[in-house]
């Protein structure tokens, strides 16, 4: 695929989704920023891995749900790189309970580290990227923002608001030529889910059209292709990854 852009920063890049990402886009020749929060060692390992294949990459550490956080992680790569050319929101968490047994804590919680901390990103990186009047960002939401699901109130709505936030963002990133799009990933094979047993994952498999799971590497193309040259009049949009689960 082709980037007219230089450099991209990852959220929650470390291991799963976000790591696919980075290794994706590192091969297509972006300098990728992995963000972290804790585990340094796991960050560093994957820079290693990049840079052993000659990609560019480099090691973030801050929360996506602090404010401060996110902004000094921003201002450290226009430093470094001159700019920030792309940006994908894939930090997330989930604190999955009942509706009627969640606490407002665990509500709040979910929005602040899925939803809050992605407006911070889109609405920082539209700032930095108005400069040079060009940009892309791509926000991992789910499924689940789309159909909803049992047990997961708090993480829909967080998902289901990323959706229509991108929508706004598009708007006004319209006018600097800075594109804003959503992924919406169905049940996707990741570390998370390997250790469930196979009756569960073959209860899932057979409500999906195309009778298998996805890969992290399905969903990282899906980013890519949003945040590419290949996608420079799409904005505003939502692209379904989940092999026909939802239409």
Known sequence: MQFTGKNVLITGASKGIGAEIAKT??????????????????????????????????????????????????????????????????????????????????????????????????????????????GSVVNVASIIGERGNMGQTNYSASKGGMIAMSKSFAYEGALRNIRFNCVTPGFIETDMNATLKDELKADYVKNIPLNRLGSAKEVAEAVAFLLSDHSSYITGETLKVNGGLYM
Request: charged share 25%; aromatic share 8%.
């Open 25 to 134: 886009l590192a091969s297509m020749g972006l300098k990728v920023w992995i963000n972290y929060r804790s585990n340094a060692e796991v960050a560093d390992a994957l820079k290693n891995e990049l840079e052993e294949k000659g990609y560019k990459a480099a090691v973030i550490k801050f929360d996506a749900a602090s404010e401060s956080g996110f902004i000094e992680a921003i201002q450290t790569i226009v430093q470094s790189d001159g700019g920030l050319s792309y940006l994908v929101n894939n930090a997330g968490v989930v604190r999955d309970k009942l509706a009627i047994k969640m606490k407002t804590e665990d509500f709040h919680h979910v929005i602040d580290n899925n939803l809050t901390s992605a407006f911070i990103g889109c609405r920082e990186a539209l700032k930095v990227m108005s400069k040079s009047r060009f």
